[in-house]
Every structure is written in structure tokens, then in C-alpha cells.
């Protein structure tokens, strides 16, 4: 099993304020996820990634897949109290059935 | 508009008690998977079925088994209810990249 830490496990900011999370492994993934789950819903997908040094925009959100395919980025820009939310990276096996979550960064976005 | 629905929203069981959480996807996929979500921790995945009748343990699955007897359909089982594992229980399926979730269930067992 790929072990995934992401980092912060929390944050709290203020309405404009841009932020980065990040998600690490030992282990090189053959792709990549981030999801955005909403108190009370199930996670939904926000971006997939599979090429190692991606750069995929997605409005204020950029999300960036590591050189060597270990690692992950999401920078949000201008932040706004509509992106709170926990954040989750989440990568799939080598036989790309079992798909494995790391623990995931509370967002919190203070108007 | 895709589903994944699971029978109950909230669920509250007393310790030995068999539970029996159910998840229905309209989607034909072929993976379907079921978690647990505690703070902190993620999601952690229990099993997980890759096709009718075929299951594949995840990270944590003492304590629990399932049942795949129909493609759109596939069933979490607590044979006999801890405490320990009150939580939030999500379930997913997915045939290429994507995984879609159900809203899911929280289980509290007194």
C-alpha cells in the first residue's frame, strides 16, 4: 500500500489569501488525484494528473505533479470562503483497481 | 446524473449486533470500493470488488466482510458491531480514474 502524507493537516485563512497543500509518498505513483469533500457529502474529484512535472488549472486552483512522480501540490489563489473544505490526494495502485487516500488538509476560509 | 446511494444516512447499533450497510451505483461500473473516515485519518479503504462475486481486502478489513452478488451492488458487513468502529463509512466506485462517492453513513454503535 502507497502511504500519502499531506500536509497541513489544517489551516485556517482569511478571504485573499493564497495557500499551497501538498501530498508526498515514498513510492512513485502512476497517477495522482486530488478530491474536495464538503461536510455532510462524499469526496468529489477535482483534478487527475499522470505525467510527471503536470501543471493542471482548474480556476484559482493549480495543481502540480512532481518531476519524479512521487509528490503533489494544490496552490489556491485568492481564496474564498466557498473553497473550505477538506482537500484529499488519493493515487491508485500499480494495478490501478485499489485507489488509496492520503489523510487529507481542513480547509477553512474566513470571509 | 451518476449515482452511488447508500441505504442510510445515519445508523445507530448497539455492540453484537450484526450490521449490514448497503450501497447501490447506477453507473455499470466494475470497482467498487468501501471506506471508513475518522479525523485525522483519511479515508481508509476496508475491501474492495473488481467484479461480481470477487472481493479484495484493503488496508483495515478485520471486522468486517462484504458481499458483491450483483454488479450495481455491493454490501459492507459488521458481523458483530465494536465500538471501535463507530466512524463514517463511504462508499465508491470507479472503472477508469475517476471514483465517485456516496454521501455516506454514519455509523455510531453504543
Known amino acids: 500500500t502507497q502511504l500519502l502524507e499531506q500536509s497541513p493537516q489544517f489551516l485556517s485563512i482569511q478571504e485573499g489569501e493564497n495557500l499551497t497543500v501538498y501530498c508526498n509518498s515514498s513510492?512513485?505513483?502512476?497517477?495522482l488525484q486530488w478530491y474536495r469533500q464538503e461536510p455532510g457529502e462524499g469526496p468529489v474529484l477535482l483534478v487527475t494528473?499522470?505525467?510527471?512535472?503536470e501543471v493542471k488549472k482548474l480556476k484559482r486552483l493549480t495543481f502540480q505533479f512532481g518531476d519524479a512522480r512521487k509528490d503533489s501540490s494544490l496552490h489556491i489563489t485568492a481564496a474564498q470562503p466557498g473553497d473550505t473544505g477538506l482537500y484529499l490526494c488519493?493515487?491508485?495502485?500499480?494495478?490501478?483497481?485499489?485507489?488509496?487516500f492520503g489523510s487529507g488538509t481542513q480547509l477553512t476560509v474566513l470571509p | 446524473d451518476v449515482k452511488v446511494t447508500q441505504s442510510s444516512r445515519y445508523l445507530v447499533k448497539r455492540t453484537g449486533e450484526k450490521v449490514f450497510l448497503e450501497c447501490v451505483q447506477d453507473m455499470d461500473h466494475e470497482n467498487m470500493f468501501w471506506y471508513r473516515q475518522d479525523p485525522g485519518l483519511g479515508l481508509r479503504l476496508i475491501y474492495f470488488?473488481?467484479?461480481?462475486?470477487?472481493?479484495e481486502k484493503g488496508d483495515i478489513p478485520e471486522g468486517y466482510s462484504v458481499s458483491r452478488e450483483k454488479k450495481e451492488r455491493f454490501s459492507l458487513i459488521l458481523e458483530s458491531a465494536s465500538t471501535n468502529q463507530t466512524s463514517m463509512y463511504l462508499c465508491?466506485?470507479?472503472?477508469?480514474?475517476?471514483?465517485?462517492f456516496g454521501q455516506g453513513t454514519r455509523l455510531t454503535v453504543v
Open positions: 513510492s512513485v505513483f502512476s497517477s
Open positions: 488519493a493515487a491508485l495502485s500499480g494495478s490501478a483497481r485499489q485507489l488509496t
Open positions: 465508491a466506485s470507479n472503472r477508469h480514474l475517476e471514483a465517485f
Open positions: 470488488s473488481y467484479d461480481v462475486k470477487m472481493k
Open positions: 494528473v499522470v505525467t510527471g512535472g
